[in-house]
């Protein structure tokens, strides 16, 4: 049974980092592509970074030069390490695994970045 299951989420001030991590279980990750999504109050989803295979990672615009997405194979972990977050970045976010053209999803981590 697939499995996602994300943590690290929490409350930081603009500026400040935060290591998002999602354990894998079910599949392997070298298996899948690897995502992390965001949903703000008020808006739609959106993928912010994701791992395509190949060693390759590739980030949407607001968050290119501060988030870096990650694994652990050993682990079987996807991290999404999050730096100079700023008050925009408050969402809650999402790891997403793609696997034999399902997507599968985790439950969640909220983010707050707030003064």
């Known amino acids: 049974q697939v499995q996602l299951v994300e943590s690290g989420g929490g409350w930081v001030q603009p500026g400040g980092s935060l290591r998002l991590s999602c354990a894998a279980s079910?599949?392997?990750?070298?298996?899948?592509?690897i995502s992390w999504y965001r949903q703000a109050p008020g808006k739609e989803r959106e993928r912010v970074a994701f791992?395509?295979?190949?060693?390759?990672?590739n980030y949407a615009d607001s968050v290119k030069g501060r988030f870096t997405i990650s694994k652990d194979i050993a682990r079987n972990t996807v991290y999404l390490q999050m730096n100079a977050l700023r008050v925009d970045d408050t969402a809650v976010y999402y790891c997403?695994?793609?696997?034999?053209?399902?997507?599968?999803w985790g439950q969640g981590t909220e983010v707050t970045v707030s003064s």
């Open positions: 997403n695994a793609l696997l034999s053209d399902r997507h599968f």
């Open positions: 079910g599949f392997t990750l070298s298996a899948a592509v």
């Open positions: 791992m395509p295979g190949g060693g390759f990672t």
